[in-house]
């Protein structure tokens, strides 16, 4: 569910939302093709009337599957964002979008979402990357070396 403020409640108290945002109502690009949005955002947040706007205050939690950088392996990545913080301009030159008395938060909650994306999903920070898959077991023979021209040439007595 788009997580919505109505202005007309806020005139009298604060608003609480608490729930859930599904990875189709959010339409998050990732632009990114080891990074896939495929939970739900939970989110639970406060918004306040304040002079000419909206502040909202709150928790989103996400959690991402992603492929390793490094070794290509899936996991899971936490994105907890504790202390967000929105502040809706109800006024001025880019105010909110306001319809029927409501104010979409969807968009806000994207972008900050997706500028907490990591750049570079790893596993694991000590992550080695592929391995090879053909074992030395035996050592390689070393190629051979042409002769050094200067140790000829130190030979000389002059």
Sequence with gaps: MHPVINLRHLEENNVRLEDEMSPE????????????????????????R??????????????????????????QY???????????????????????DCVDLTPYVRDDIVLAFPQRPLCDPECKGLVSI???????????TAPNPWTELNKLKL
């Excluded at 690009?29 to 406060?46: C, F």
């Excluded at 053909?134 to 051979?144: A, F, L, M, R």
């Design 25 to 48: 109502e959010m339409d998050v690009d990732t632009m990114d093709e080891l990074i896939r949005v495929a939970e739900p955002l939970y989110y639970k947040l406060e918004a306040e």
């Design 134 to 144: 053909v074992k030395q077991s035996s050592k390689t023979p070393e190629p051979e």
């Design 50 to 75: 304040m002079e000419g706007g909206v502040l909202v205050q709150g928790s989103l939690k996400l959690t991402l599957d992603c492929r390793c950088a490094r070794c290509l392996k899936d996991f």
């Design 78 to 100: 936490p994105l907890k964002l504790s202390n967000w913080v929105c502040h809706l301009a109800l006024t001025g030159e880019e105010p909110a979008k306001i319809v029927n």
